[in-house]
């Protein structure tokens, strides 16, 4: 069973910077897509970076390009997504996902494995 766990979550002040991590169990974490997504309260779950398995190819959602960098570790079965210049804006859970195949998809509903969520608190 592919199980995915987050961490690096806090709060931080606007301008400042927070690493996030996925680590994922199973023997097959080489051959997943991966992707972040972002859902604060009443609004519908986003897309935020994905990487493909042999990290290749990165896709960034336009909001957070030139500020979050995605990238794998495959001996760790990790990944991460290293945020920079945060936005109150950016304040939300973020989870971490896992998709099979080859494209890096921007929709959930390709997404079949997902962490619990790790809370995003960016101040003011």
């Known amino acids: 069973q592919v199980q995915l766990v987050e961490s690096g979550g806090g709060l931080v002040q606007a301008g400042g910077s927070l690493r996030l991590s996925c680590v994922v169990s199973?023997?097959?974490?080489?051959?997943?897509?991966m992707g972040w997504f972002r859902q604060v309260p009443g609004k519908e779950r986003e897309f935020v970076s994905g990487?493909?398995?042999?990290?290749?190819?990165?896709r960034y959602a336009d909001s957070v390009k030139g500020r979050f960098t995605i990238s794998r570790d495959t001996a760790k079965n990790t990944v991460f997504l290293q945020m920079n210049s945060l936005k109150v804006e950016d304040t939300a859970v973020y989870y971490c996902?896992?998709?099979?195949?080859?494209?890096?998809?921007?929709?959930?509903?390709?997404?079949?494995?997902w962490g619990p969520g790790t809370q995003v608190t960016v101040s003011s």
């Open positions: 996902a896992a998709s099979m195949g080859d494209y890096v998809y921007g929709s959930s509903r390709n997404y079949m494995y």
């Open positions: 990487i493909s398995w042999n990290a290749g190819s990165t």
């Open positions: 199973g023997p097959t974490f080489r051959s997943y897509v």
